[in-house]
Nanobody, 120 residues
């Protein structure tokens, strides 16, 4: 049973910082990539950042230069450092783990989410 538990969300003022954590119940090497997604009220879930087992990262254009995704394999934990937060960054942030068990297929695991609120 795979569990992903997010923490670190909260209320910050615009321009402030938060660091989100995602603790996995299994080795994160079990997955091909880890990532963060977010969902604002009334909006679709969107990709924020991903990191592969090899350390390659990818970011949404809206967060480039402000957010940093990282991983600590020994702790089975993925982080999202968020700096220079803007009101449009607000939403529920979800941890994602993706695995490709076979050619032509994938499987996603999701955490319960952590709320990020940014005041202006």
């Amino acid at each position: 049973q795979v569990q992903l538990v997010e923490s670190g969300g909260g209320l910050v003022q615009a321009g402030g910082s938060l660091r989100l954590s995602c603790a996995a119940s299994v080795s994160i090497f079990s997955f091909n990539s880890m990532g963060w997604y977010r969902q604002a009220p009334g909006k679709q879930r969107e990709l924020v950042a991903t990191i592969t087992n090899g350390g390659s990262t990818n970011y949404a254009d809206s967060v480039k230069g402000r957010f940093t995704i990282s991983r600590d394999n020994a702790k089975n934990t993925v982080y999202l450092q968020m700096n220079s937060l803007k009101p449009e960054d607000a939403g529920v942030y979800y941890c994602n783990a993706r695995k490709f068990p076979r050619l032509g297929s994938f499987y996603d695991y999701w955490g319960q989410g952590t709320q990020v609120t940014v005041s202006s």
